[in-house]
T-cell receptor
Framework: DAMVIQNPRYQVTQFGKPVTLSCSQTLNHNVMYWYQQKSSQAPKLLFHYYDKDFNNEADTPDNFQSRRPNTSFCFLDIRSPGLGDAAMYLC?????????????FGPGTRLLVL | GQNIDQPTEMTATEGAIVQINCTYQTSGFNGLFWYQQHAGEAPTFLSYNVLDGLEEKGRFSSFLSRSKGYSYLLLKELQMKDSASYLCAVRDSNYQLIWGAGTKLIIKP
């Protein structure tokens, strides 16, 4: 089945220790998104790639970076995690340019910062 | 600013019907989405409306009035597994999704 995969599902890191979250997709979608979601809050868009073009949200801290080495993979790097970065990180994909462009989500990575 | 409003929490009884409302104020409109999110899991797509009217999908229906900036999600024959948060999201004129904070639906036996 075509899907969005995120690894790991749970990540524990130490304050200030860099961490990388990964996302892959078999949907052949041209857009990939990274969201941060805290409990009982709306998902907050951090950035997205439209094909190879990187689009950063204005209020995304510099501490968050992303890489998309190819169509299928996208990475979220948190350079120096703080306690406030503990959250669920959601990867989503969509096919823009054709019709509805629904976003489909991976299962998420829950990040705990100690 | 752009804004999506949904009730924070609702309670309903198994087997009953519940309507979850969503009002929005956005820069432009290019469609409205409803997602279901179980606790600790990712959102899953439920429905999409871009024209006024009702879209029906089994036990779930979604309604849109663009002139009123209003949508609702109607869930019929409620089951315990429907206990989840329901998120409303609007695509604005820049094709960005603006998300509501979600409505937590509690189903009681």
């Amino acid at each position: 089945d075509a899907m969005v995969i995120q690894n790991p599902r749970y990540q524990v890191t130490q304050f200030g220790k860099p961490v990388t979250l990964s996302c892959s997709q078999t949907l052949n979608h041209n857009v990939m998104y990274w969201y941060q979601q805290k409990s009982s809050q709306a998902p907050k868009l951090l950035f997205h790639y439209y094909d190879k073009d990187f689009n950063n949200e204005a209020d995304t801290p510099d501490n968050f970076q992303s890489r998309r080495p190819n169509t299928s993979f996208c990475f979220l790097d948190i350079r120096s995690p703080g306690l406030g970065d503990a959250a669920m990180y959601l990867c989503a994909t969509s096919r823009e340019g054709t019709g509805v462009a629904t976003q489909y989500f991976g299962p998420g990575t829950r990040l705990l910062v100690l | 600013g752009q804004n999506i409003d949904q009730p924070t929490e609702m309670t309903a009884t198994e087997g009953a019907i519940v309507q979850i409302n969503c009002t929005y104020q956005t820069s432009g409109f290019n469609g409205l989405f409803w997602y279901q999110q179980h606790a600790g899991e990712a959102p899953t797509f439920l429905s999409y409306n871009v024209l006024d009217g009702l879209e029906e999908k089994g036990r779930f229906s979604s309604f849109l009035s663009r002139s009123k900036g209003y949508s609702y999600l109607l869930l019929k024959e409620l089951q315990m597994k429907d206990s989840a948060s329901y998120l409303c999201a609007v695509r604005d004129s820049n094709y960005q999704l603006i998300w509501g904070a979600g409505t937590k639906l509690i189903i009681k036996p």
